[in-house]
């Protein structure tokens, strides 16, 4: 443990910016009825035994946004193996619970899009925000989760502009998780054609009615650089311009042009070059009309440059930073054989010794930072203001990053995140983040100690020297969640 996080921590105590497990005591009676329950898990609380991270806690660690109280006896119930091919299928588990909480949020499944323009901009972003944070805190298809986190990242839509603002709600459910763990092309296609995609890199304006116009050619390019190919996916600025002719013509219903049917994707045949084309050195015929969407869409799924850079940017996800190359290669060729069968994608990578080896060297993102810190509590949260508002400090709030490429997953853009991330720990194991509660002294309790409290927040049993820190501390719970132990997974 370094000097300058315990003497933080000490400095944070002694002005009274914290209260011990103790001192939390009083508050927590208080609490308790409120925080026991269906999804809290303190009665089947197993903390890890060993010295170095075990498959169980690995698997966790990457599989999920970190492991609850009850995690480690339910998965060791199953085997790591079984797990893994319980959250690959998602619909199997019940998640009853989750979804109950969900139901608060109406706005997320309001049908026709149109009835969207009803609530006010902000309370929409609020809903959408709050129910991925209470999915990722909550639910337990976490697998599904993860990979809905990463595809929104892959897809990224800035809800900001123009009716995104209305529209991301729809494209979260029918595009990204509706699709997180199908089948990679009926994941593009349902992007390309979603109404906030189309709005959000110009799709809806991409037309030529007659040869002196010039397709835009904004989603193209991200089609090509960021969603399937890559930067280095051996594409040209003519394959750019070619790929805009064959998505011209598909437009969707803008608010500003009446209220009817706002949100509805349609094709223009007027508005669409119908000529003859030529995407990677493959011949496009003339007269396809929309059918030129899909050829262009199964020419770059099929693209071995597609299944090189999703097979990278997965391997960065689930074993490191700099992905290893023997990972992407078997990843790469899964994706190709199933024809981008995305659990069987998956499948192969956690397959791979790659995987298995990469243990506890990735850095959370704040995100994952803060719901792995809820998670390892069994807390309870409105996922509110006052939540939200750590997000945004930590550059890390959900739906809210500017430019298509999402928000990175290396470590390096999030090294200054780090004293905001000790001034969540301290604010929130002092029991003052608004809306956000754990029991801790419940907590200890159930672990059986601060021993196997600490093997629950690192992983694995605390050395010597993280032992005495935690003694010295007097605030286990903030130095255990401020610990580069818990950063890392």
């Known amino acids: 443990m370094s000097t300058s996080r315990r003497s933080f921590l000490h400095a944070a105590s002694a002005g009274g910016a914290l209260a011990g497990v103790a001192g939390f005591s009083a508050l927590s009676h208080f609490l308790a009825p409120r925080l026991a329950g269906p999804g809290d898990g303190l009665d089947a609380f197993q903390a ?56 608060h949020f109406e706005a997320l499944d309001v049908w026709p899009l149109g009835e969207l323009l009803e609530y006010n901009a902000k309370e929409l972003l609020d809903q959408l925000t709050r129910a991925k944070l209470l999915r990722a805190v909550h639910s337990r298809r976490q697998l599904l989760e993860v990979m809905v986190d990463f595809w929104t990242d892959h897809f990224n839509i800035d809800p900001s502009k123009g009716d995104s603002k209305w529209l991301k709600p729809a494209d979260d459910k029918r595009v990204i998780r509706a699709h997180a763990l199908g089948r990679f092309r009926d994941l593009l296609k349902a992007s390309a054609l979603s109404p906030a995609m189309l709005w959000y890199l110009d799709g809806r304006v991409n037309r030529r009615a007659n040869p002196a116009e010039k397709p835009n050619e904004n989603y193209a390019r991200e089609l090509l650089e960021l969603h399937t190919l890559g930067v280095d ?8 311009m070619e790929a805009a002719r064959c998505l011209s013509g598909w437009t969707v219903r803008a608010r500003e042009d009446s209220r009817f049917a706002v949100g509805r994707v349609a094709f223009r045949a007027d508005w669409h070059d119908d000529g003859p084309k030529t995407v990677l050195g493959v011949s496009i015929p003339a007269g396809l009309g929309e059918g030129d969407l899909d050829r262009l869409l199964d020419l770059v799924c099929q693209h071995p440059a597609t299944a090189e850079h999703l097979a990278g940017k997965l391997c960065r996800r689930f074993i490191a930073d700099e992905p290893p190359r023997r990972a992407v290669a078997a990843v790469a060729q899964a994706f190709t054989d199933s024809s981008g069968d995305l659990r069987e994608t998956l499948r192969a990578l956690f397959a791979t010794p790659e995987f298995w080896a990469a243990r506890g060297s990735k850095v959370k993102r704040p995100f994952h930072f803060v719901v792995a810190a809820l998670r390892a509590t069994a807390a309870r949260t409105d996922a509110g203001p006052a939540l939200q508002a750590y997000l945004l400090r930590l550059g890390h709030a959900p739906f809210q990053y ?87 997974f």
């Open 48 to 103: 890890p035994q060993g010295d170095a991270i075990s498959d169980a806690t690995h698997v966790l660690n990457r599989l999920s946004f970190g492991p609850r109280p009850s995690d480690h006896a339910a998965l060791q119930a199953l085997g790591p193996q079984a797990w893994i091919e319980q959250q690959l299928a998602p619909a199997s588990i019940d998640d009853a619970w989750t979804d109950a909480r969900l139901r």
């Open 402 to 488: 500017p430019s298509p490429d999402g928000y990175p997953e290396e470590a390096t853009p999030w090294m200054a995140t780090l004293l905001w991330r000790w001034k969540f720990a301290l604010e929130f194991a002092a029991g003052s983040l608004p809306g956000t509660r754990s029991d801790f002294e419940r907590l200890l309790r159930a672990a059986g100690g601060s021993s196997a409290l600490a093997a629950h927040f690192l992983g694995r049993q605390a050395t010597p020297g993280e032992t005495e820190a935690l003694a010295a501390s007097g605030q286990s719970v903030a130095l255990l969640l401020a610990s580069p132990a818990f950063q890392t």
């Open 233 to 240: 996916g051996g594409y040209s600025q003519q394959d750019v």
